[in-house]
């Protein structure tokens, strides 16, 4: 059509440009445009347009700001509905050969993603269906092996390379994107910095922080749940949570965790326990807990204990470990995958290595701390040892015959009461002993054989509790509250910590005992401490941390300036981005300089 037969008098084009006839949207983009660009004075824009004074500031301000935010405020790129699905094009042709070497539907999509082509489930098993292909028969171990295993797929999709991450501009989509919440706890708790500095070893394409972060990033997210590698590996947000591109191969872990010794195992829980005295959170008083952990192969004391026995073909041993740990926040302090009762002595020493210097050296009743810890788990040569380090201690006594004989036998003008309070800070009445007798199996501090010894009756018809202790100077009711404290953690302990492992029969992994217990008390912690970032809640376990909130799928969007993750709405994640540590993320060093961005939904 020439231009010279355009009708330019047509009044029902001419009406589109009407300031009566006008959509709110047109209205408000003659109102900026007169304002901006054509200069024109605000009474003759709002006589132009209809509106007053106070809605045409508005319409500019809006305009502003999305113009500052880099948004359309007109004219937004329409689309055409959901793209076509690609049945006969290149990724499909990839779909096909992938599953005729006996890969599953999950199992295709993580190499995709790998390969960056982002598809679903749902688009996978479509276009397998399409081709004739049914559902897949139950493989057994061998043949997944086999499968996965296969170097053939590398041609077919080519995978990445475990090295440092590139941090150019790109879109990931992760299905473990919750485990990103941990970089802030990690920045805070200058927990980074410690493995910098720790003793670990490293290669050049794999740094300390990396290498350490890369076990941090299995156990968070509970590797137990799969029996391979290429689930886990393929997924890119994993490995940018250690600053990888993929995570390593599982041959790499057992490699890693061989070349670690335990004396640096045992440097960085020193130096994670001076950042602990540092920031306020190394407990006053100390629990001394028992879990069963599995353990790969038979390893250090644990082969001569009774308590390990043969688990499966694969190695897998059920040890006795021990940790230390505070009841009130659950951080653990120091821990060990062997434990035996007549070495108990080896074991505080131990942990006695790796205390901030002087912890337990107060002198005044309101700083003393102690370790609480049962009758079953140590021996009066131990106990006698610690009291002659000037270490208190809380010890319960099993009640035998001759306890039990020497209770009764207390004049009924003996027992006092004492209020002692409760979490609630309600009250609590109580019946006590408090007294000093001597115990010729025990062998304190300038050979005394003097004990303080608490008889604690709950009510009229109960057995009394016996508690024995060294520290002669706290009053009683600190004593009984300190050492009630314990059962706070005293159940779910050992089934928190056995979330973390990483050496179980369905992992797929081979990792030292040592190092691993070591990585699993880190994780640990870091649940822990990202616990305490909850406005709510703050006891809850690991198990549920994770099922409510870091098992979660997100987009991560990287620029050149920013980390965006947008993570699935959970009920959770409203009050956590609103807390200061989540709201304003620290800079993560390890990042490149981007600055980091938390939002609660997927656009």
């Known amino acids: 059509m020439a231009f010279d037969k355009i009708d330019r008098t047509n009044q029902e084009v001419l009406n589109y440009f009407s300031a009566t006839d006008m959509t709110s949207t047109q209205k408000h983009y003659l109102a900026v445009r007169y304002f901006f660009i054509d200069d024109m004075p605000i009474r003759d824009i709002c006589i132009k347009i209809g509106c007053t004074k106070t809605t045409l500031y508005a319409i500019i301000r809006r305009f502003v700001a999305k113009v500052q935010n880099k948004e359309e405020p007109f004219f937004l790129e329409t689309r055409d509905g959901r793209p076509r699905l690609d049945r006969d094009g290149y990724e499909a042709n990839m779909i096909v050969e992938l599953r005729k070497k006996n890969l599953s539907v999950p199992e295709i999509k993580a190499r995709l993603d790998a390969a960056n082509v982002k598809m679903s489930l749902k688009t996978i098993f479509t276009i397998l269906e399409d081709n004739g292909f049914a559902k897949m028969r139950r493989r057994d171990r061998n043949t997944r092996l086999e499968a996965v295993s296969d170097k053939d797929i590398a041609e077919i999709v080519p995978s990445l390379q475990s090295g440092p991450f590139s941090f150019e501009s790109e879109d990931i989509w992760s299905d473990n994107a919750g485990v990103l919440l941990l970089w802030p706890i990690i920045k805070k708790y200058g927990i980074d910095q410690l493995i910098v500095d720790s003793g670990f070893p490293e290669s050049d394409e794999i740094s300390k922080l990396a290498s350490v972060l890369s076990f941090v990033a299995l ?20 490995g940018l949570f ?33 950042r602990f005295e540092e920031m306020g959170l190394f407990a006053k008083a100390v629990s001394l807990d028992l879990a069963m952990t599995p353990c790969r192969g038979i390893e250090g004391p644990a082969s001569a204990s009774r308590n390990v026995s043969k688990k499966n073909k694969l190695g897998i041993h059920l040890s006795q470990g021990a940790v230390i740990n505070d009841p009130l926040t659950g951080l653990i302090y120091y821990g060990s995958p062997y434990f035996r009762q007549s070495r108990s002595d080896e074991f505080m020493n131990e942990f006695l290595t790796v205390v901030p210097r002087g912890h337990f050296e107060a002198e005044d009743s309101d700083e003393i701390r102690h370790v609480v810890m049962d009758r079953s788990q140590t021996t009066y040569d ?55 007798i001597m115990l010729y199996a025990y062998l304190g501090l300038n050979d005394s054989h003097v004990i303080r010894q608490i008889l ?142 938390y939002l609660s939904s997927i656009v």
């Open 242 to 274: 250690a600053g990888l591109n993929v995570l390593p191969e599982s041959d790499w872990f057992n490699s890693y965790s061989t070349a670690t010794s335990r004396e640096s195992c045992l440097d960085f829980t020193r130096d994670l326990n001076a």
């Open 382 to 436: 131990h106990i006698g040892d610690l009291a002659r380090r000037n270490v208190k201690f809380l010890l319960i006594k099993s009640k035998s015959h001759k306890i039990l004989k020497d209770i009764y036998s207390v004049v009924k003008s003996s027992w006092f009461p004492v209020v002692v309070k409760k979490p609630n800070n309600s009250n609590r009445f109580i019946n006590v002993v408090d007294r000093e």
């Open 456 to 597: 604690v009756q709950n009510g009229e018809f109960d057995c009394p509790t016996v508690i024995y202790t060294n520290d002669f100077q706290s009053p009683v009711d600190t004593l009984i509250r300190r050492y009630a404290s314990r059962w706070l953690n005293d159940g779910p302990l050992a089934q928190q910590i056995g979330f973390f492992n990483l050496n179980t029969e369905t992992s797929g992994l081979s990792v030292s005992n040592d190092f691993d217990f070591t990585m699993s008390l880190l994780a640990y912690n870091l649940y822990r401490l990202f616990a305490l970032e909850l406005p709510q809640d703050q006891r809850l376990d690991a198990a549920t941390i994770f099922n409510k909130i870091i098992l979660n799928t997100g987009h991560i969007s990287i620029t050149p300036s920013q980390i965006s993750v947008r993570l699935k709405k959970g009920h959770f994640l409203k009050s956590l981005f609103e807390r200061p540590l989540f709201d304003a993320p620290p800079e993560i060093t390890w990042l490149s300089g981007q600055s980091l961005k």
């Open 219 to 238: 156990k968070a997210i509970n590797i137990s749940r799969y029996n391979e590698d290429c689930l886990w590996r393929m997924d890119r947000g994993l």
